[in-house]
């Protein structure tokens, strides 16, 4: 006679099998972190806030903030995205390799050094912090701050030692920062409009306010000829997406707000 009840050693094995599916890995986390032993590179990190009496700098973060907004509207075939990724690759790559030269430049004059062996200065308690951010291009930011907290190591070792007076090291600090700062400031320019390559060729309302706003986007680009080398697959969101992946940019900063120079002096703040 066959009992109408199941075995529960056999429920229990067959539960086990059915949970031993493989399911192939898991996501990948990982963890990236920034480095610098300079307060000059530390300040080009968070930038400051606007003020009655300064106005704002545009740091590291608020540089891959917006960055954020133009790498999901790029995602979503806005060629003003397109557009801005390339300035912000052109920039990034010129101001990378003007760190690059002057740093060249001094390891030169360090190595011409008779008779004295030069150990460039490290910082006892060197700034660390983690990093995450949305695009690679917020990543290159971070290197170009990396490799420019390396050259103000440099560049006061080399005064240190007498190779350079005080107002050309001053002079070559103020204007790599400088530099940077405008790099970082580069995406500011941007406003997501809600446009896509068809919005444009049909001439809608966003689109015009889009070319009053930032101009027309060239030729090459429209057409997806030259782009960044860097760029994401698109996807195309539905209409309502941007309120959910919080594709609303931080508030716009204009040239006059951004300053020419700024008093980056060895020990200032």
């Given at each position: 006679?066959?009992?109408?009840?199941?075995?529960?050693?056999?429920?229990?094995?067959?539960?086990?099998?059915?949970t031993?599916?493989?399911v192939?890995?898991?996501?990948?986390r990982?963890?990236?972190?920034?480095?610098?032993?300079?307060?000059?590179?530390?300040?080009?990190?968070?930038?400051?806030?606007?003020?009655?009496?300064?106005?704002?700098?545009?740091?590291?973060?608020?540089?891959?903030?917006r960055?954020?907004?133009?790498?999901?509207?790029?995602?979503?075939?806005?060629p003003?995205?397109?557009?801005?990724?390339?300035?912000?690759?052109?920039?990034?790559?010129?101001?990378?390799?003007?760190?690059?030269?002057?740093?060249?430049?001094?390891?030169?004059?360090?190595?011409?050094?008779?008779?004295?062996?030069?150990?460039?200065?490290?910082?006892?308690?060197?700034?660390?912090?983690?990093?995450?951010?949305?695009?690679?291009?917020?990543?290159?930011?971070?290197?170009?701050?990396?490799?420019?907290?390396?050259?103000?190591?440099?560049?006061?070792?080399?005064?240190?030692?007498?190779?350079?007076?005080?107002?050309?090291?001053?002079?070559?600090?103020?204007?790599?920062?400088r530099?940077?700062?405008?790099?970082?400031?580069?995406?500011?320019?941007?406003?997501?409009?809600?446009?896509?390559?068809?919005?444009?060729?049909?001439?809608?309302?966003?689109?015009s306010?889009?070319?009053?706003?930032?101009?027309?986007?060239?030729?090459?680009?429209?057409?997806?000829a030259?782009?960044?080398?860097?760029?994401p697959?698109?996807?195309r969101?539905?209409?309502?997406?941007?309120?959910?992946?919080?594709?609303?940019?931080?508030?716009?900063?204009?040239?006059?707000?951004?300053?020419?120079?700024?008093n980056?002096?060895?020990?200032?703040?």
């Open positions: 006679m066959i009992s109408g009840k199941s075995d529960p050693e056999q429920r229990i094995e067959l539960n086990s099998e059915e031993t599916v493989d192939g890995p898991g996501a990948l990982g963890q990236v972190w920034l480095t610098v032993q300079t307060r000059q590179a530390q300040r080009l990190i968070r930038g400051r806030n606007g003020s009655a009496d300064k106005p704002a700098i545009i740091g590291l973060v608020g540089f891959a903030d960055l954020r907004v133009i790498w999901q509207a790029a995602r979503s075939d806005d003003y995205a397109d557009w801005w990724l390339i300035k912000v690759h052109e920039v990034l790559e010129r101001i990378r390799n003007l760190v690059k030269t002057e740093q060249v430049a001094l390891d030169a004059r360090l190595a011409q050094l008779t008779a004295l062996e030069v150990t460039v200065a490290e910082s006892m308690k060197p700034y660390r912090i983690a990093l995450q951010f949305a695009n690679p291009y917020a990543y290159r930011g971070a290197q170009m701050i990396a490799e420019y907290d390396k050259f103000v190591r440099t560049l006061l070792t080399a005064h240190h030692v007498g190779l350079l007076s005080g107002s050309s090291t001053e002079g070559l600090l103020n204007t790599c920062a530099r940077i700062r405008g790099a970082f400031a580069v995406p500011q320019g941007y406003q997501f409009l809600g446009v896509d390559r068809e919005s444009l060729k049909q001439g809608t309302a966003n689109a306010r889009a070319r009053q706003v930032m101009g027309e986007v060239p030729e090459d680009v429209l057409s997806g030259h782009h960044a080398p860097l760029t697959r698109k996807i969101f539905p209409k309502e997406a941007a309120k959910h992946i919080r594709l609303k940019p931080a508030e716009s900063v204009s040239k006059a707000d951004i300053p020419e120079t700024v980056d002096d060895v020990g200032g703040t």
